[in-house]
């Protein structure tokens, strides 16, 4: 069926141009041929007006316009004829290969070639003279080489069409990994901020606290001294991490990246915060081997104790705070437990940011965490955070 569609302005051009054009050699008299059936000139003009009103749909409606054209194309050769309707048509054939279906633009060309041929043989079987290809030729420059052309075409607009698509699919994918890696470098900064500086705020709340609730000056002074100490720390750390965000993550100090070395710091450090607080922090050393480990490993193994000690100075009751380290195969274990219980005096709020951050730092290298309250015998119960890091093949270094 004929589309109804408003016809684009390009084939509203061609038509009336078509048109206009065989109007003009209809009225100077110039015809194809003579000695036709309907020798009347003006019968002419009705294969040459059908195939103007085809161009109209030429794009909505390909083939139907091919199959109503090469009918016109017919009845014009009982008449005197006309160059503008035969030019009209071979756009038609065109049209029909480059706006149809692909089975269509797969057909055409073939039934076009055995058409002309078909035309030649029968041609030359017909006159026995050579001068009988001179028909086969035109019938292959009407019908199969306007078929060929559109192929071509079509081609190219196809290639180009999945050009497109895949460079939009490039830009899509580079933009979805630049999100994912910005998320995740977004993620990597807040935990890092998280972990250097809660301690010391924590630190820092407490002792803030319990110096303005204890109406005691060798209290509050001793309060004052972590509270100072904890402030420079945090200081220090806070101007660290801002020169990593400059430099654009070019550390100028490495050594200044915690190792499992610096644990023995750490946890005289909670010792000394924690001390107000009722908590004894102890460090447990197992590994038979004390070489480095990767640094990945040893980071995310300080940043584990560093949050698991803050939260024990925020949360855990008096009594024992011990660190646990363990190296056993390729598996490095860090435990780290605390009384439970009703903690009396001040305490620190927490986010639960902090159990978040060790979850992803785990994570990121393979390993398993756990941290909840579990039991120590007698009835009694402890928190604990226990985590287990992979270690690769050949990366324990004497």
Known sequence: MLSFARPHRHDVLIAAIGL???????????????????????ISLLPLAVVSALELVRRTAPQTALVIGTLALVADQFTVGNLATVMMFTDLMYAAVLYGTPAAARRI???????????????LAWFRNPQALFNGVVTGMVSFLPAIT????????????????????????AEMDRTQAVTAERARMARE???????????????????????????????LGVIRENSVDG???????????????????????????????????????????????????????????????????????????????KHAAPGPVVVRLGLAGQLLTVEVSSALDDRPGPRAPGSGAGLVGMRE???????????????????????RVRAELPVEEGTVRA
Not at 150 to 158: A, E, I, L
Not at 362 to 378: F, K, Q
Request: aromatic letters at 4%.
């Open 20 to 42: 206009c054009g065989g109007l003009f050699l209809w009225m100077l008299g110039l015809h194809m041929q003579g000695n036709r059936t309907f020798v009347t000139p003006w």
């Open 109 to 123: 060309p073939v039934t076009t070639f055995l058409i002309t041929v078909a035309v030649t043989i029968g041609f």
């Open 150 to 173: 559109g192929v071509s075409v079509r081609n190219h607009r196809d290639a180009a069409e999945t050009a497109r698509l895949r460079a939009d699919q490039t830009a899509l994918l």
């Open 193 to 223: 901020l998280h972990d250097m500086v809660a301690n010391h705020l924590s630190a820092i709340a407490i002792h803030s606290t319990a110096a303005l609730s204890i109406d005691d000056p060798g209290t509050s002074r001793e309060a």
């Open 235 to 313: 200081l220090a750390e806070m101007r660290r991490l801002i020169g990593l965000l400059r430099t654009g993550g070019a550390d100028p100090e490495p050594s200044a990246s915690p190792t499992l070395a610096s644990l023995d710091a750490l946890v005289e450090q909670t010792r000394t915060n924690a001390a107000s607080s009722g908590l004894s922090c102890t460090f447990k050393d197992t590994r038979g081997e004390r070489g480095p480990l990767p640094a990945p490993v040893e980071l995310a193994t300080y940043r584990i104790v560093q949050e698991s000690l803050t939260n024990a100075l």
């Open 361 to 383: 730092r785990v994570a990121l290298l393979g390993g398993e965490i756990e941290a909840g309250p579990v039991s120590a015998g007698g009835g009694t119960k402890i928190w």
